[in-house]
């Protein structure tokens, strides 16, 4: 569309530019045939003529830089207007010249000017339309006159309409380039979208293989390492007793049921199943269950208390709290050398917290290794608990001196069954 539009307006350049040499030699040739009844001034026309013609020429022709210097071609329409009048007193005919002057008023003059030029140039035409200045001595001034301010008062009107053509034109043009300029910069920003979508999607899949990864090593360290240390544990024990058959079976059981459990677990995670205390028991009744068995493997006295009103969360709410105590239980076995373990878990209106309290030999908090607990060999850990509790937007706490046991609080926030995320 802009491409037709430059097209037609370079066509529309070009006829303007070659018309008035067109109009000038056609009213040449129509002055100077010999059908007219008319005495022409050989020498006077042709002269006039070849100073209009150059003229336009060296103005508009050779200089068409010019036409932006307003005062410049205030002066040039001012001699085409007089060079005009002359050709039309010398022979009538030259009338079809002067329609230049119209053309001209609208490209040289700005503002209220161009009407005085169409006004200077229907008073011109208007010799031609009466008969020429023959006509108008002998007393027919006032019929000049009345045509002369008829065809202003038309060319007028019709210049008006022109010239808000242009105008509409040249917005017209105006909002095509405004809108190739928007079609660009908007194929640039899609293309700098691609770039960033493509590049999103890749730090999208990044990040979830590397959640994938973090959920499979706390799932791992939640289910395999801990029940693979009970089992050592108990194997260890029976070792130790083989001289008291019934101990030593005791502990071999334990040793088994655990194998078992860690197993369905290992299962369980694979497939992305909740743990399977969890699948038909509220929060408080599984970690209860995991209490009890817990204090009757490792024989410590652990209580559970419940406080608030308990009710069903959603299942990563449920999951988070389960494997907190079931870490925090087996850091007390592996370090605290405790003789009691205090459980307490509080729902409130906002938040659930799980407090694990034990009276253990403690340890410095400064001591802890990155991602891993004190004395652990730098495990998974209280790190891992940490990276469930905050995935749900709660927090960790841990306070601890040697000699003073150990308490572990995790609170995450109320988000009931079926809630959003």
Known sequence: MSVE???????????LAAAPYALLAVSTVMALLPVWDLEVHLPAVLGLTLVTALWVAWFVTLHPDWLRHHRLMALYYVGLTVLSAGLVLLAPWYGIFAFTGYVHAAVCLRGPWR?????????????????????????????????????????????????????????????????????VKLEAALAENAGLHAQLLVQAREAGVHDERQRMAREIHDTLAQGLAGIVTQLQAAEQTLGEPVTARRHVTNAMDLARE????????????????????????????????????????????????????????????????????????????????????????????????????????????????????????????????????????????????????????????GGGR
């Open 262 to 417: 860690s197993l369905t677990e290992a299962r369980r995670t694979v497939h992305a199943v909740q743990p399977e205390v969890l699948a038909g028991a509220r929060l408080p009744d599984a970690i209860g269950d995991v209490v009890r068995r817990w204090s009757d493997v490792n024989g410590v006295d652990a209580v559970l208390t419940t406080t608030g009103d308990p009710r069903p969360m959603h299942a990563d709410v449920e999951v988070t709290l389960l494997r907190a105590a079931q870490e925090a239980l087996t850091n007390v076995a592996k370090h605290a050398r405790a003789g009691r373990v205090g459980l307490t878990l509080s729902y409130m209106e906002d938040v659930v917290t799980l407090d694990v309290r034990d009276d253990g030999v403690g340890f410095a908090p400064g001591t802890l290794r990155t991602g891993g607990t004190g004395g652990t060999g730098g495990g998974f850990g209280l790190a891992g608990m940490r990276q469930r509790v905050q995935r749900l937007a709660g927090r960790l706490d841990v306070e601890s001196e040697p000699g003073g046991g150990t308490a572990i609080s995790a609170t995450v926030p109320a988000i009931p069954a």
């Open 5 to 15: 539009a430059d097209r037609g307006e370079r066509r529309e350049t070009a006829f």
């Open 115 to 183: 009407y005085v030029g169409v006004a200077a140039t229907s008073a011109i035409t208007a010799v031609t339309y009466v008969g020429g200045i023959e006509a108008i001595r002998p007393g027919g001034w006032w019929q000049w006159a009345v045509v002369s301010v008829v065809a202003t008062v038309l060319s007028s009107i019709f210049f008006h309409l022109a010239d808000a053509a242009d105008r509409r034109g040249a917005a017209q043009k105006q909002a095509l380039a405004d809108l190739h300029e928007a079609n």
